[in-house]
Antibody, heavy 119, light 110 residues
């Protein structure tokens, strides 16, 4: 089955760190661009970060630049998001989302993992 | 990186047509034919409905169509059905490998 499964969410204190993972299956992970998208409780979608299929091109939303790091391991069919210096406003469901090669839309989404930043 | 502008809510009766607008700038929507639309039902992950402004993925009803004029993209749903009630989000490429979402529109089928 073609799917993305996120993990690693949880409760963390402000200023803390968390590492999210996204396991891909059912397709050739190394051929696809990958993204993280988040959704704060009761709010809209916000694009967070992008990584190309090779990992050579990376970009971030201004709101997380300098605090979050995206990476991937094509051998393990996995995507990661290292989140440091977390703030209350980072509280959200984090989705990993697949984009076809050279395209800028998301054709496959995971179910998301909830990150709560609170003391 | 300001979010694209969508109306907070729209509504229509079954069988009617509605249009959701998505307004950006000349740096995003206006510069690229790379606008996509997503449908999200409560508690569910988003679903791709339209990509590259006008293209529809296989399996998506032809009642959904997209267009763009200048800095504004639009999603039109014709022949409204109860199952169309959901939140809708536009998304545009914004250059330098970045993307922008709209704030979302809640569609109510009366």
């Amino acid at each position: 089955e073609v799917q993305l499964v996120e993990s690693g969410g949880g409760l963390v204190q402000p200023g803390g760190s968390l590492r999210l993972s996204c396991a891909a299956s059912g397709f050739t992970f190394s051929s696809y661009e990958m993204n993280w998208v988040r959704q704060a409780p009761g709010k809209g979608l916000e694009w967070v970060s992008y990584i190309s299929s090779s990992g050579r091109t990376i970009s971030y939303a201004d709101s997380v630049k300098g605090r979050f790091t995206i990476s991937r391991d094509n051998a393990k069919n996995s995507l990661y998001l290292q989140m440091n210096s977390l703030r209350a406003e980072d509280t959200a469901v984090y989705y990993c989302a697949r984009a076809p090669p050279y395209y800028w839309y998301f054709d496959l989404w995971g179910r998301g993992t909830l990150v709560t930043v609170s003391s | 990186q300001s979010a694209l502008t969508q109306p907070a809510s729209v509504s229509g009766s079954p069988g009617q047509s509605i249009t959701i607008s998505c307004t950006g700038t000349s740096s995003d929507v206006g510069s690229y034919n790379l606008v996509s639309w997503y449908q999200q039902h409560p508690g569910k992950d988003p679903k791709l409905m339209i990509y590259e402004v006008i293209k529809r993925p296989s399996g998506v009803s032809n009642r959904f169509s997209g267009s763009k004029s200048g800095n504004t993209a639009s999603l039109t749903i014709s022949g409204l059905q109860a199952e169309d009630e959901a939140d809708y989000y536009c998304c545009s490429y914004a250059g330098s490998s970045t993307l922008l979402f709209g704030g979302g529109t809640k569609l109510t089928v009366l």
